[in-house]
């Protein structure tokens, strides 16, 4: 009987994880980059010298752009060669997968190599230069970021394989618009 409670709140606990985990991230690094910058400005201004307000400003907006990616993998909101497509008559299904598989290459180069820089800066026990902090910290927004674009990624080309009615393609704003203008033209017709 256990089980089957577990297996609900497993699946509950999973579900917010894997909705919220950007969002969460990008929230608290905006909330410290804009204090720090904030904490930067005032220093000038009282004589105060903040030496790592400048180096970790740099250090936080590389983890924003990180995880930034992988929110917008999640959503499907990175660029794509629509024109193309629409010109080629090619299977847009086909056509996102095969990019979606691109995309994930990619990623996934960046992740190996970004788990190199971050193992190697770990063993050189390097620090940032403005301020003591362990550099392979920073490093780690590449693979932290192109690991969960990964992640996204996997699981949506999943869900294009098995869901022939599954049409990211085409973004929810987009059909917003469009019910907006047709309102606006039966108004005024």
Not at 11 to 28: D, W
Not at 96 to 107: A, D, E, K, M, Y
Not at 137 to 165: C, Y
């Amino acid at each position: 009987m256990a089980l089957i409670n577990s297996d609900s709140w497993f699946r509950k606990i999973f579900t917010t994880v894997y909705h919220h985990t950007e969002g969460s991230f990008l929230a608290v690094l905006t909330f410290v980059l804009v204090t720090d910058v904030l904490l930067g400005i005032l220093a000038r201004y009282v004589r105060f010298e903040v030496v790592f307000a400048t180096e970790l400003g740099k250090y936080i907006f590389i983890w924003l752009c990180a995880i930034g990616i992988s929110a917008a993998a999640k959503d499907n909101q990175h660029v794509r060669i629509v024109y193309i497509v629409e010109k080629l008559g090619v299977n847009r299904r086909v056509t996102w997968i095969i990019s979606q598989v691109l995309f994930l290459t990619f990623s996934l180069f960046f992740f190996y190599l970004g788990i190199r820089l971050t193992w190697m800066h770990l063993e050189m026990n390097k620090s940032t230069m403005g301020f003591i902090f362990p550099m392979f910290i920073f490093t780690a927004a590449l693979p932290v970021g192109f690991g969960l674009t990964s992640i996204r990624l996997i699981l949506d080309i999943l869900k294009s394989l098995k869901n022939p009615e599954y049409r990211p393609w085409v973004p929810q704003s987009l059909t917003d618009y469009s019910e907006i203008s047709d309102d606006k033209n039966s108004i005024t017709t």
